[in-house]
């Protein structure tokens, strides 16, 4: 470990810099994991891995390179070097590129610093009886505790000098549930934590998932075809979300495909739909320090009312768009709380359905996309009627955001987003 | 490199009920990747992955640990560490009937590293550039483009405690173009890869010129795309073109044999040696070779120092066998074939496909189409997505009508759905003319993994969604 020092750091940034580079940064990051696993209810392995990562970047006449090294010998600290000056000298210019300077708070440590095999042995072994004795009817298939770490430390030449350390566990599930010979569809949770202080089972909607499991025994499939109104869970929304919100990224400004190059501080969704970024909220697990590329990260409002306040972009996309930059790389989501409670939100609804969770691809650039239906059920009446298969959704992701009903007051919060039940009119539900 | 003979004498294997069984594996995967976007040079990383493993197997339970710095001393630190988690959680529970099976151990090494000199990311970058400038000059009307090179190299070296020694390197290289095009309901995208076993140089060491003729032929589907027609919603007859056949049977079909999701529940799980397809259905995860060639993953020996050959899964249509490890060989009773491989040295082997191939048949896909009066002919996969259910939703990228048995407009994205059982009993042809896909397809199962997937043509019946 006597690697992960500035003064090792220093001596390698010394050495880009002897070379003539105009700027030269430096990142050694160190990853830790301790995993335990259960397979179909029993233990199964016990991981854990230690990880350097060494980034060299230099820019020479705006040409820019960088080249990454898992290995910290000397010979191969000095092939990085090399063929990171072959990078420069074959890159186009590209005025865009550029160094982050010194953030305000140049140390940080947060969360568990060192794994606890036994606290983990013992929650893992809790919540497999807890679950047993909870819902005797739910097969866990799988079990994954987690402990990261991840240590980083960038120096540059435009004065930036920091290191951060964050820790958390992590924990996912995968399951069914049985009962006189009909299964439910496999389920899916899984949470973050500061702390192993909490029982597994009530981390984020886990409880709520194993529930939900052992109500969907009795599927059958949906016949027939209706458009209406869907609820929206909080699992099956960060999905949804995520793709959405990849028309703010990078990728898509930078090729032209997003709609919103145009939209700031214009309408992009319904006006019930708040979004924002608190990269070191104290609700959330996990907390982010710098950006990826060593700026201080801040909370950011994303969307406002359903104005699109800020981009999500890299510093290098924001120079070359002339968009401003993302505050923070998009860790911990905030959606805002909305006026309907829950129940209200089925109350109205004639015919629909709970969307728990959606396997399927990616949107078209347009925005149509389409994915099955797992864990949802009918809501027929006002009332969640019967679990249902074999349905499919489709819509456009862009129309669908702009076609809220209602946003919850409820949200579930699984370590590193807040994220309501949303409800949306619109969309087409095909069955058998 | 490590010289893991040195090492032979850390096993500790004990015996009888103490038995155990460990391996130490050196991994370097050497990966380079550059994007032009929009003609910026967007990526332009080399990285190389590298460090040492060890994992031993006791009473029932594996410990694991992996450092990236790989010495001698790192490797007898990882494998004494893997000794001791296994046996962390061997002091806390019991279990009955666990074990593993124990091969023929294998000496083995083999090299497709490429035999041409390495080039300069200068050269490839200059060839990008030179083709976005002709996308550019020819087809201002584009919104969007995007030029990827990207190779992977992964080498490993491993050793067993009953004896195995083995050394591989496999390499593979992919160039995408992908364009995007407005159209009257919003961009419309399409991209196309080529590539496969070997590096950047033994595929795309040519003149701009010559990849002129792809890129037109790019240009052209996303034109006709965005003139493109949804599909109408419901159950067809189609015929899915070997890169998108070859993909949906990995998806629905092989993860559902794979040893630890049959255990977890998958729909196959009790079908051993029953019809679970057409008798048409021949289909067949090959370790290395497939007609007198390399596959596009090949894979002799696994990561766990198992000799790897072709596992057949179902043969006309009867399922035949799972895929293994060694602990679920045992399990199932069914000899281990080579299916343990992980993706970095940081990562225990997981059971996984190498290269599945569905056999040919007979059928002309010319035949296929005239054989249908209202139907889809499914050419591009996207993404797909199944479950141990076997139910899967995959996206199609470029599709056409079938009407009256002939190729009709040109389809916007849309999606195909099902079951596996269900489209496996569906297939009512089978094309002639096999082909390995080129997409540069890694599948995700905990890890990501570099597969090989094959296929003919078909003829079957699906959902199609048609938004």
């Known amino acids: 470990m006597e690697h992960l020092s500035f003064d090792f750091v220093r001596k390698i940034l010394s050495r880009l810099t002897a070379l003539g580079f105009d700027q030269a940064e430096v990142l050694l990051g160190n990853e830790h994991l301790t995993e335990m696993e259960v397979d179909v209810s029993s233990f199964s392995l016990l991981r854990n891995t230690e990880a350097d990562n060494l980034v060299l970047r230099a820019i020479q006449g705006g040409r820019y390179g960088s080249v990454v090294v898992s290995q910290l010998d000397d010979s191969r600290i000095q092939m990085g070097i090399s063929k990171l000056q072959d990078q420069v000298m074959s890159a186009p210019v590209d005025e865009a590129r550029a160094f982050a300077p010194q953030p305000l708070v140049a140390m940080n440590e947060m969360g568990p610093l060192e794994p606890q095999h036994y606290a983990m042995h013992n929650s893992l072994s809790q919540f497999l009886v807890a679950v047993g004795e909870a819902y005797p009817e739910c097969v866990l298939k799988q079990a994954l505790l987690r402990y990261h770490r991840g240590r980083r430390i960038r120096v540059n030449t435009v004065g930036h000098e920091t290191d951060t350390t964050e820790g958390y566990y992590s924990f996912g599930v995968r399951f069914l549930s049985k009962r006189n010979g009909k299964t439910s569809q496999i389920g899916f949770n899984g949470s973050c934590a500061a702390d192993l202080g909490t029982d597994l089972i009530e981390w984020g909607g886990i409880r709520r998932a194993l529930e939900s499991s052992v109500r969907e025994i009795n599927l059958t499939p949906l016949h027939g075809r209706f458009d209406g109104h869907v609820i929206i869970a909080p699992e099956a929304l960060y999905i949804l979300m995520g793709h959405w919100l990849q028309n703010l990224k990078d990728e898509k400004i930078l090729s032209g495909v997003s709609p919103f190059r145009d939209k700031l501080d214009k309408p992009v969704c319904s006006p019930l739909l708040s979004f924002s970024i608190e990269p070191r909220g104290t609700s959330f697990a996990r907390h982010e320090f710098l950006t990826e590329e060593g700026f201080g990260s801040e909370p950011s409002t994303i969307i406002k009312d359903g104005i699109l306040k800020s981009y999500m972009l890299s510093d290098y996309a924001s120079r070359k768009t002339g968009l401003p930059r993302g505050e923070s790389s998009g860790l911990n989501w905030v959606f805002g709380a909305g006026k309907t409670r829950l129940p209200e939100m089925f109350g109205g609804i004639d015919k629909g359905l709970m969307l728990g969770r959606i396997s399927g691809g990616v949107p078209a650039a347009n925005g149509d996309f389409s994915g099955i239906a797992k864990n949802s059920f009918l809501i027929e009446g006002g009332y969640l009627s019967r679990p249902i298969s074999e349905a499919v959704i489709s819509g456009n992701i862009f129309d669908m955001f702009n076609s809220i009903t209602a946003v919850s007051q409820d949200r579930s919060n699984d370590g590193i987003a807040l994220i309501p039940w949303l409800g949306v009119d619109g969309m087409s539900i095909k069955g058998r | ?467």
Not at chain 2, 236 to 256: F, Q, S, T
Not at chain 2, 353 to 359: G, I, P, S, V
Request: proline residues 4%.
């Open chain 2, 1 to 467: 490199m490590i010289d893991l003979r040195s090492l032979k004498s850390e096993f500790a294997p004990g015996s009888g009920a103490n038995r155990v069984y460990s391996e130490i594996r050196y991994q370097d995967n050497r990966e380079t990747r550059i994007d032009l976007t929009n003609g910026s040079l967007e990526t332009n990383f080399q990285e190389s992955v590298r460090g040492v493993s060890a994992r031993s197997f006791s009473c029932g339970y594996w410990g694991f640990s992996a450092y990236s710095n790989p010495s001698k001393d790192a490797a007898i630190a990882a494998l004494r560490e893997a000794t001791r988690n296994a046996k962390f959680l061997a002091g806390r529970s019991e279990k009955s009937n666990a074990g593993i099976a124990y091969p023929t151990a294998m000496q083995f090494k083999k090299s497709y590293a490429s035999t041409k000199t390495p080039i300069s990311p200068a050269i490839w970058i200059e060839l990008l550039k030179a083709l976005d400038n002709y996308i550019v000059k020819k087809y201002p009307d584009l919104r969007g483009r995007r030029l990827s090179l990207w190779s992977l190299e992964i080498e490993k070296q491993l050793a067993t405690s009953d004896g195995s020694e083995i050394h591989t390197t496999v390499p593979r290289a992919f160039f995408q173009v992908s364009m995007t095009k407005d159209s009257k309901t919003g961009p419309v995208s399409f991209l196309d890869t080529r590539g496969g076993l070997g590096d950047l140089q033994d595929f795309f060491l040519d003149t701009p010129q010559s990849f002129e003729s792809w890129i037109d032929e790019i240009y052209d589907m996303v034109s006709r795309k965005a003139d493109g027609v949804k599909p109408t919603s419901g159950v067809y007859d189609v015929v899915l073109a070997p890169d998108l056949a070859a993909l949906l049977m990995h998806e629905a079909v092989g993860h559902g044999v794979e040893a630890d999701l049959v255990q977890a529940g998958s729909v196959l799980w009790d079908r051993l040696n029953q019809m679970v397809a057409n008798p048409l259905v021949t289909y067949v995860d090959i370790a290395h070779t497939y007609d007198g060639a390399p596959a596009p993953r090949p894979v002799h020996v696994d990561d766990e120092g198992v000799e790897a050959s072709d596992t057949v899964i179902i043969q006309k249509g009867v399922l035949k066998s799972f895929l293994n490890n060694r602990e679920t060989a045992l399990h199932f009773e069914q000899k281990p074939t080579g299916h343990a491989r992980a993706f970095q040295y940081c990562d225990e082997p997981l059971i996984r496909m190498r290269n599945t191939a569905l056999l040919p048949g007979t059928t002309r896909i010319e035949q296929m189409i005239a054989s249908i009066e209202d139907g889809y002919y499914f050419m591009k996969p996207g993404r797909a997505q199944a479950d141990t259910t076997g139910e899967f939703l995959m996206q199609v990228g470029t599709g056409f009508e079938i009407k009256g048995g002939k190729i009709g407009r040109v389809l916007r994205d849309s999606a195909i759905t099902g079951f596996a059982l269900e489209f496996m009993n569906s297939i009512s042809m089978v094309g002639d003319e096999f082909h390995w896909d080129t997409s540069g397809y890694s599948c995700l199962k905990k890890q990501l993994m570099p597969v090989g997937l094959g296929s003919p043509a078909l003829k079957c019946k699906v959902r199609v969604s048609g938004g």
